[in-house]
Each structure stands twice: as structure tokens, then as C-alpha cells.
């Protein structure tokens, strides 16, 4: 069982930065794909970017390409989403989740979910 919980969200201007972190317990993260997904108020749930558990092969949508970048760090059992130039748009509650598996298959494939963290991009 992997217990996964997401930190370093708050309130930022447009423009600015965040670094979320995705840590992990119960297991190793070594195996599993982590993926980052968003849920903006009154919207349906995205896939915002996936890293691979083996040799960090990553992907982003097209909405947050060039602006964010996903990584791990095994030793620490964490994932991070470095999130720069933010957007109003990028308002939303932000998730991390882990599929045992080489890559994120999507959404519905993902194992073990955090709670979230809110991102708010405002002036």
C-alpha cells in the first residue's frame, strides 16, 4: 500500500513560481509511473504530466508544456512539479498518483491517489 501526499501549493501571482512534491510511504517508488493531474473548480479532472519509473522518460499536456517540468528523486521517495510562468488557468486542486507499471496509462490505470494541493493563480 502507498500512501502518497502532495505539498507546495499556495497562492502565486501570474508569472510566478511553485515547486509541488509528491512523497511517498508504505513502498518504494522505484516501479511505479507517477503522473500529476489537476481538477480546476467546475471542471473535469486533466492529466497534467507523467514520469516514468525507470528512466524518467516524462510527458506533458500541451497546456503546461515549456512551463513545467516533472522529476523524481528515488532517494527521497518524491516527485516534483516545477511550475513556472503560472496562469490564472493553472488554478486547480493538484494531484500526484502512481501506477505500478513502466508508464502512466492514464487516470483510471493510477493505483494510489493523494488528496491534493490548491494551486490559486491570482493578482
Known amino acids: 500500500q502507498v500512501q502518497l501526499v502532495e505539498s507546495g501549493g499556495g497562492l502565486v501571482q501570474p508569472g510566478g513560481s511553485l515547486r509541488l512534491s509528491c512523497t511517498a510511504s508504505?513502498?518504494?517508488?522505484?516501479?511505479?509511473?507517477i503522473g500529476w493531474f489537476r481538477q480546476a473548480p467546475g471542471k473535469e479532472r486533466e492529466g497534467v504530466s507523467c514520469?516514468?519509473?525507470?528512466?524518467?522518460?516524462?510527458d506533458y499536456a500541451d497546456s503546461v508544456k515549456g512551463r513545467f517540468t516533472i522529476s523524481r528523486d528515488n532517494a527521497k521517495n518524491t516527485v516534483y512539479l516545477q511550475m513556472n510562468s503560472l496562469k490564472p488557468e493553472d488554478t486547480a486542486v493538484y494531484y500526484c498518483?502512481?501506477?505500478?507499471?513502466?508508464?502512466?496509462?492514464?487516470?483510471?490505470?493510477?493505483?494510489?491517489w493523494g488528496k491534493g494541493t490548491l494551486v490559486t493563480v491570482s493578482s
Open positions: 508504505g513502498d518504494t517508488l522505484d516501479y511505479y509511473a
Open positions: 514520469i516514468s519509473s525507470s528512466d524518467g522518460i516524462t
Open positions: 498518483a502512481a501506477e505500478l507499471y513502466y508508464y502512466c496509462s492514464g487516470a483510471s490505470a493510477m493505483e494510489y
